[in-house]
């Protein structure tokens, strides 16, 4: 088994209306300091996998497919056996 934690976040410029909602909220909480957040997804993928390369490949395909809209959103990704 290959467990992938997959990262989607929105690309620098584009416009993050939940982080900038949750920036102001912070700093209505007090935590003047932060300046700026970022709103994203993160999965959890567990693949039946012959080996790390396949893995690679599939969640790879996955998020070009389906995980992540590579027009405003970069994505990474990691993998751990076991």
């Known amino acids: 088994m290959i467990r ?4 989607v976040t929105l690309k620098r410029g ?3 209306p939940q982080g ?4 102001g909220a912070l ?5 003047a ?3 700026d957040v970022r709103i994203g997804k993160f ?22 497919k389906l ?3 590579p027009v405003i959103e970069d994505y990474r990704f990691e993998l751990e056996e076991g």
């Not at 900038?20 to 920036?23: G, L």
């Not at 999965?43 to 790390?52: E, F, K, Q």
């Open 4 to 7: 992938a934690k997959v990262y």
């Open 43 to 64: 999965m959890v993928i567990t693949l039946n996998a012959v080996n790390r390369e396949d893995a690679t490949k599939s969640v790879e395909e996955m998020c070009k």
């Open 27 to 31: 700093e209505t909480l007090g935590f």
């Open 33 to 35: 300091e932060v300046q």
């Open 67 to 69: 995980l992540a809209n």
């Open 14 to 16: 584009v416009l993050d």
């Open 20 to 23: 900038e909602t949750v920036r």
